[in-house]
């Protein structure tokens, strides 16, 4: 079982960063493949990236390429959304996801995939 706390949302104007943390429990973190997925009003909840635990190989959406990077810490049970160049269409709930991978070798896109939710956290960018 694995519980997800996500942190670090606000309001920020167009151009400025955020930086997203999930907090996960257990002691099995590093088999545990991670994604961020977000959700807008009265839209979908869409991909926005996804980190394998092996070597900590990076997947993102093409809305946020080049301007957010994700990253881990397995020593703190942690993985980190850093955003950076933020528009008004990224603001949404920011969810984080984990399931369990135990080769490490794969990224996952596609919410169903996910066993394991947070909360969410609002991110909110003013124009």
């Known amino acids: 079982q694995v519980q997800l706390v996500e942190s670090g949302g606000g309001l920020v104007q167009a151009g400025g960063s955020l930086r997203l943390s999930c907090a996960a429990s257990?002691?099995?973190?590093?088999?545990?493949?991670m994604g961020w997925f977000r959700q807008a009003p009265g839209k979908e909840r869409e991909f926005v990236a996804a980190?394998?635990?092996?070597?900590?190989?990076?997947y993102y959406a093409d809305s946020v390429r080049d301007r957010f990077t994700l990253s881990r810490d397995n020593a703190k049970n942690a993985v980190y959304l850093q955003m950076n160049s933020l528009k008004p269409e990224d603001t949404a709930v920011y969810y984080c996801?984990?399931?369990?991978?135990?080769?490490?070798?794969?990224?996952?896109?596609?919410?169903?995939?996910?066993?394991?939710w947070g909360q969410g956290t609002q991110v909110t960018v003013s124009s």
């Open positions: 980190i394998r635990w092996r070597g900590a190989n990076t």
């Open positions: 257990g002691r099995t973190f590093s088999s545990y493949a």
């Open positions: 996801a984990a399931r369990r991978d135990e080769a490490g070798l794969y990224y996952f896109i596609q919410s169903d995939e996910y066993d394991y």
